[in-house]
């Protein structure tokens, strides 16, 4: 079989990214380890998403502070929330299941996002340090 021939054989599958799947095909440790794991993710998820929202709003309401500063903090809690969005879940999912069970297309979206999620904090974070 040539290259080409493997070429075209790749192509003419579906996104069938369920294909196989079932909940005994993990690729991690016990089911106890599994649920202890989820169970520290989800709590993580739901602690960084209400926390951050809760800075936002009080950042947003609150005047004891600099304009600017509350600024660069409510930048740093708007990509905290994308990345509890964006980051804990298809992290995790694809750790537990060894591969990405999403719709194929969305992976490097997810990918882009999480990037300039951690590019955001780090760039407010400088910025706040050259500002003091």
């Not at 799947?21 to 989800?42: A, H, R, V």
């Not at 960084?48 to 600017?68: E, F, Q």
């Not at 740093?76 to 999403?102: C, E, K, N, Q």
């Not at 904090?121 to 340090?129: A, N």
Request: overall charge neutral; some cysteine.
């Amino acid at each position: 079989m040539s290259l080409m021939d493997n070429n075209n054989n790749n192509n003419n599958h579906s996104y069938d990214y369920l294909d196989g799947f079932s909940i005994e095909n993990f690729e991690i440790g016990s089911k106890d380890l599994q649920l202890c794991l989820l169970i520290l993710y989800s709590i993580t998820a739901a602690l960084a998403l209400i926390g951050n929202l809760l800075s936002i709003l009080v950042l947003m309401k609150g005047k004891r502070s600099s304009r600017d500063l509350r600024l660069f903090l409510v930048n740093l809690s708007l990509s905290d929330v994308l990345m509890a969005i964006f980051s804990i879940p298809f992290t995790y999912t694809h750790f537990i299941m060894g591969r990405w069970i999403f719709y194929p297309p969305l992976c490097p979206f997810i990918q882009s996002i999480q990037i300039v999620s951690v590019f955001v904090s780090i760039y407010t974070l400088t910025t706040i340090g050259i500002d003091r």
